[in-house]
């Protein structure tokens, strides 16, 4: 079946650190990727997307690129935020409805 | 325009009760999906609705049901509730049943079952 394996955390970085949370995923078809955030007592929100290989998704300084080769999805962000501090998942679709998949999530504090 | 709301909050039940939990799509969204977020994981399709008909559904017991009204709002009824049914309860709506459309989630209801 479908899967998503990512790090898990907590991740603690100081403000203006570079973050990387790694994500690999496993499908039976072809999939399209995602980057869900989760800030504290909200809903999830769509973060960026990749819908095939070698496409980038980028938003709000964050960037992952779809490698169908290492069937990876990496997210990045060179200087990050206290406002960054949130739950990331690292989730994958495929299929004809909207059946998401979700890692377990990584949760990232960043200190002052 | 409105995002999804979803009521109530925070619920509490006993082993065996039945609960109802509801969702009010965005403005404009026909579709509606629900997860189950377990303490530490990440959440799991129940199932999606559209058109007041379920067409799509997770790996999760017939216990698990689901209405969606013509308004698009949806209900999901969890019967003869066990332990591990606690979770959070996540609702998404989108503007139609496509998978390239985008899932635009509520904040969740939290179910504890004791």
């Known amino acids: 079946g479908d899967s998503v394996t990512q790090m898990e955390g907590p991740v603690t970085l100081s403000e203006e650190a570079f973050l990387t949370i790694n994500c690999t995923y496993t499908a039976t078809g072809y999939p399209s990727l995602f980057w869900y955030v989760q800030y504290p007592g909200e809903g999830l929100q769509l973060l960026l997307k990749?819908?095939?290989?070698?496409d980038k998704g980028s938003n709000k300084g964050f960037e992952a690129t779809y490698r169908k080769e290492t069937t990876s999805f990496h997210l990045e962000k060179g200087s990050v935020q206290v406002s960054d501090s949130a739950v990331y998942f690292c989730a994958l679709k495929v299929g004809g409805y909207q059946k998401v998949t979700f890692g377990i999530g990584t949760k990232l504090q960043v200190i002052p | 325009e409105t995002g999804v709301t979803q009521s109530p909050t925070h619920l509490i039940k006993t082993r065996g009760q039945q609960v109802t939990l509801r969702c009010s799509s965005q403005s404009g969204h026909n579709t509606v999906s629900w997860y189950q977020q377990a303490l530490g994981q990440g959440p799991q399709f129940i199932f999606q609705?559209?058109?007041?008909?379920?067409?799509g559904r997770g790996n999760f017991p017939p216990r698990f049901s689901g209405l969606q009204f013509p308004n698009y709002s949806s209900e999901l009824n969890v019967n003869a509730l066990e332990l591990d049914d606690s979770a959070l309860y996540l609702c998404a709506s989108s503007l139609s049943p496509q998978p390239n459309e985008k899932l635009f989630f509520g904040s969740g209801t939290q179910l504890s079952v004791l």
């Open positions: 609705y559209y058109r007041e008909e379920e067409n």
């Open positions: 990749a819908t095939k290989a070698d």
